[in-house]
C-alpha cells in the first residue's frame, strides 16, 4: 500500500495531549503506590479512595489515547483507508450492555478500504449537514438517530457537533468517521487526491475550513 496522504488529529494537538497523558500516567502510579500503601497499613477506606483515583485515572488516560491518536484516513492511488471507532462516533464503548461501564472502556477500531472509483459522494460536515444531503433510509440517518435519542446530554452534544468525513458509493452503501481536531490541510489533499483518480466525484461541505473544496467540482 503506497500511502499518498494521510490526515489524522493536528500535530500539535497530539503533542499536548502526550505531554498531559505522561503527566496523568505519573500522578495514577502515584495513586496506585498510596492505594498499596494503604493496604498495607490496612487503612482500608483510604485504600478504597486511591484505588478508586487509580481506575479513573487509568481509564481515562485509555479513553484518551484512543480519542487522539488511532484514527486516519489514508488515500493511495486506488483506494482510500478509513480507520474508526467500531462504534462509529465515540472513543468509548457507549453501546455496553452494562451501563455503568460503557464510558470507561476503550472503543475497539476498526478498517475500511474503499475503492476510488466506486466513490460517488464525499461529504463532510455536521451530522445535521449530512443528513440534509442523504436519503432517510442510509446507514448513517439510522446510527445517528439512536445517538439523537439518547438522554446522556454530554453524548448528544458531542456528535452534534463534530465534523464529519461521509463517503457514499455508487452502489448504495456509505462510511463514515469523525474528523474532530483532523489536520484540515491534510483532509483536503486526501479529497483532491481522490478526485483525480475519480473526477466525477461529488463534493459537499460545510463551513469554512473546507470552502476550497466547493471551488473546484
Known amino acids: 500500500m503506497a500511502a499518498e496522504v494521510r490526515a489524522r488529529t493536528k500535530a500539535a494537538y497530539r503533542r499536548k495531549n502526550t505531554i498531559f497523558l505522561f503527566i496523568l500516567v505519573l500522578l495514577s502510579c502515584f495513586a496506585l503506590v498510596m492505594s498499596a500503601y494503604n493496604l498495607v497499613k490496612g487503612s482500608w477506606l483510604f485504600f478504597v479512595a486511591w484505588l478508586i483515583a487509580t481506575i479513573l485515572a487509568f481509564t481515562y488516560v485509555l479513553i484518551r489515547i484512543n480519542t487522539v491518536y488511532p484514527t486516519y484516513i489514508l488515500s ?4 482510500i483507508y478509513m480507520k474508526n471507532w467500531t462504534n462509529d462516533f465515540l472513543p468509548y464503548d457507549y453501546g455496553n450492555k452494562v451501563k455503568i461501564l460503557s464510558e470507561f472502556i476503550p472503543a475497539k477500531t476498526k478498517i475500511v478500504e474503499i475503492p476510488i ?29 439512536q445517538l439523537e435519542k439518547t438522554r446522556d446530554f454530554y453524548r448528544k ?27 484540515t490541510g491534510n483532509v483536503i489533499k486526501i479529497v483532491r487526491a481522490m478526485q483525480n483518480v475519480n473526477p466525477g466525484l461529488v463534493i459537499k461541505t460545510s463551513g469554512r475550513d473546507y470552502r476550497s473544496l466547493r471551488v473546484r467540482q
Open 157 to 183: 452534544k458531542t456528535v452534534s457537533s463534530m465534523d464529519i468525513f461521509y463517503v457514499g458509493t455508487y452502489s448504495g452503501e456509505c462510511y463514515y468517521m469523525p474528523i474532530v481536531k483532523f489536520d
Open 76 to 79: 493511495d492511488r486506488d483506494y
Open 117 to 145: 472509483d466506486e466513490i460517488s459522494t464525499i461529504i463532510i460536515g455536521t451530522k445535521n449537514f449530512i443528513k440534509r444531503n442523504v436519503g432517510a433510509e442510509t446507514e448513517f440517518v439510522k446510527n445517528i438517530r
